[in-house]
């Protein structure tokens, strides 16, 4: 009945009672909060059970493994698989499977190859759904070759032949590399075969057809689907008014959506996201408010992306009380902030010349389970280096490497531009010492370019004289640049020097 609170209620009330819960007791609470969702109460009660040393069967461990993947609880699925190894409990294909299937979502191929050998060396050979999730997982990844490779081999296969949904999983792949012309052929093999397209099929080819503007193309699509006994849903609607505003046809994407109310769809909250972010694009927040007014209305639930789509807005235009309060409501409502929604308040505040709030923030990730990635840490470096907090940023950037975080170009060049304009040209080079040679080449050459554009020519100098040590090709537009700065500073004797330098690694 979904009465989890009531039965949780009951649990507690056989305990007091002195009658001790067994196995199928914990069983119970952490099913139920499963399938109702609720990952985070259903690992604490498996946490319960597993203290108690009570183990889990195989059907209960398919069950939490599928539920935890599927709601990003991957490394907490993974531990759990082992943990029931370590018990002696033997997995079955299944298992597997399902496992296979939370590393693909996640984006972990190579772990989730590494799990299909160890099924095969214990003797489970991989069905049509194994193949299936493995296909998806390459072509999410963007290997669509690799993964066409592994379909053939299906296709070549006396036992197990590609299904409905092994043939969408290819066809999303072809269709998010817009390689439409291999989509739709592989559309045709399907038919041949005799497969049937689906809902999804149709999804994702509409998706692709948008993606490159050939919206003539998906209307044709949708009108197949109704030919086919597929009732275009509101999930197919979606996809071509977020293609249509992507493109800039705004009006054209409203006219459609007021198409499908007339037979009888409704609005999901994926279209308010839609027509939220567009209206957010074109930085009418007002009307973006209005539509997460709608959607509490007409009694749906905001999601965090409704939530970060505006908190990103209003960040934009400088307006941190607005999006401390939206960022207030969604953690209320239990809603957990995403990397974005951090990155966003934590760009903001750095924006509005609020380092201290943004590092507050930022420290605050951990316990929403969000990891920083080069744009956050990029977003608080840059607002330290405008405050002048060039040791903090030299830290924040020093952790960021260790933690295996490659900073990104606009990043390396702004902490050690801002040393430099200290006249702290060896914290500079320190700065950029622990990058790898490519990128401290490239770094530097626009370091060179920058400083001259500034006069500062001497400086440049040091940094150009340390390019030839590690580029004898150097950049034609940096030299010009650097020389035309010395020629404005009357600083011929830096050409000189350089011009000698090169020369002499020419020859």
């Not at 409990?89 to 799990?115: D, H, V, W, Y």
């Not at 963007?142 to 490779?149: I, L, M, P, Q, V």
């Not at 999930?235 to 046809?249: A, E, H, Q, S």
């Not at 440049?460 to 040590?469: E, G, P």
Request: some cysteine; overall charge positive.
């Amino acid at each position: 009945m979904g009465l989890v609170e009531i039965a949780e209620n009951v649990f507690d009330e056989m305990s007091d009672t002195g009658v001790s819960p067994n196995s199928s007791s914990f069983k119970l609470m952490v099913i139920a909060y499963c399938r109702v969702g609720r990952i985070a109460e259903a690992d604490r009660w498996l946490s319960a059970m597993l203290e108690r040393g009570f183990l889990v069967d195989n059907a209960t461990c398919t069950l939490i493994v599928s539920r935890f993947c599927e709601n990003s609880y991957v490394n907490r699925a993974f531990w759990l698989f082992g943990k029931m190894r370590e018990m002696g409990l033997t997995p079955n294909m299944i298992n597997f499977t399902s496992m296979i299937n939370g590393l693909c979502k996640r984006g972990s191929i190579k772990q989730a190859f590494e799990l299909l050998d160890e099924m095969v060396g214990k003797g489970w050979k991989p069905n049509i759904y194994t193949h299936t999730t493995l296909i998806d997982g390459l072509c999410k990844k963007g290997w669509t070759e690799k993964a066409f490779r592994l379909f053939l081999k299906l296709v070549r296969s006396d036992k197990y032949k590609p299904n409905v949904y092994t043939y969408t999983a290819m066809i999303n792949g072809y269709c998010k590399e817009d390689k439409l012309h291999r989509a739709e052929m592989l559309l045709t093999r399907m038919e041949e075969q005799g497969l049937v397209p689906n809902t999804n099929t149709y999804a994702v080819l509409i998706n692709g057809h948008c993606k490159v503007g050939n919206f003539n193309k998906a209307y044709e699509l949708m009108d197949e689907m109704g030919k086919n006994g597929f009732t275009p849903n509101i999930c197919t609607y979606n996809t071509i008014v977020d293609g249509l505003c992507k493109k800039g046809r705004v009006q054209e994407a409203y006219k459609l959506l007021e198409r499908g109310f007339k037979h009888g769809l409704q609005a999901d909250i994926v279209t308010y996201n839609i027509l939220m972010s567009e209206h957010c694009k074109e930085t009418d927040t007002r009307q973006a408010l209005v539509f997460l007014s709608k959607i509490l209305k007409v009694g749906l639930t905001p999601d965090m992306h409704s939530y970060t789509t505006l908190i990103s807005a209003f960040c934009r235009q400088k307006k941190m009380k607005e999006s401390q309060q939206l960022f207030n409501d969604a953690v209320r409502l239990g809603l957990v902030p995403t990397k974005k929604t951090y990155t966003s308040m934590i760009n903001g505040y750095c924006r509005d010349g609020d380092t201290s709030l943004a590092v507050k923030l930022f420290q605050r990730m951990g316990a929403h389970g969000c990891v920083p990635d080069s744009i956050t840490y990029g977003a608080l470096i840059s607002g330290l280096c405008k405050e002048s907090k060039l040791d903090e940023a030299h830290r924040l950037y020093a952790a960021m490497i260790d933690k295996g975080i490659s900073p990104c170009e606009v990043t390396r060049l702004t902490l050690a531009y801002e040393y430099c304009k200290k006249d702290k040209s060896a914290t500079a080079m320190a700065v950029l010492d622990s990058l790898d040679k490519k990128l401290w080449i490239r770094t530097v050459n626009t370091l060179v370019r920058k400083l001259c554009s500034e006069k500062k020519v001497n400086m440049a100098a040091l940094f150009l004289h340390k390019l030839v040590d590690k580029d004898q090709i150097v950049n034609h537009i940096t030299i010009a640049a650097f020389m035309t700065a010395c020629y404005d500073s009357n600083k011929y004797a830096l050409v000189s020097d350089i011009s000698e330098k090169i020369s002499k690694g020419i020859g």
